[in-house]
C-alpha cells in the first residue's frame, strides 16, 4: 500500500537528508498557514512560506556541498551530472514556485494562477525527462 523508502527516494530522485529537511519545513509551513487562515496571526505571507524558503536554501546547501566534493574527489561522469543537475534544478524551480505563490497571496503581484504553476509544470516535465533518459544510472552515495 506504501511506498518503501527507497523506492520513494529513487522516484523523487532526493536523499533521506532532503526529505527530513522538507517534511519539517513542511510541517512548520502547515501551522503557519492555519494560523494565517485563522486570523491568529498577523503576518505576511513572506512569514508564514519562510519556513519553505529556509528548507530549499538548506537541501540546495547541502546539494551543492555533495556536487563540490564530487566533482573534487572523484572525475564526473555523465549519469552523475544529470542527476546531480536534477537535484539542483528541483530546488531552484520550487523556490521559484513558492515565491511566485507568495507574491500572488501578498498581491504585491498581479500573477494568474496558472503562471505561478508553470515552475511546477516545469519541474514535473524535468523528472519525466530524466527518468527516461537515465533509467538505470542513479548513483548510490
Partial sequence: MFLPLQNLLHYLHASVLDLLIYSCG??????????????????????????????????????????????RETEVKRKFTF???????????????????????????????????IPLFVLIHLHLFFAFCSRHMRPRF
Fill in 26 to 71: 513542511l510541517l512548520s509551513f502547515f501551522l503557519l498557514l492555519c494560523a494565517k487562515v485563522d486570523g491568529s496571526l498577523s503576518a505576511s505571507w513572506y512569514l508564514v512560506f519562510s519556513p519553505l524558503f529556509v528548507a530549499n536554501g538548506l537541501v540546495l546547501y547541502f546539494n551543492i556541498i555533495i556536487i563540490g566534493r564530487f566533482i
Fill in 83 to 117: 542527476f546531480l543537475a536534477l537535484r539542483l534544478l528541483n530546488s531552484v524551480f520550487l523556490f521559484i514556485f513558492e515565491l511566485m505563490l507568495a507574491q500572488k497571496l501578498s498581491k504585491h503581484r498581479s500573477y494568474h494562477y496558472s503562471e505561478v504553476f
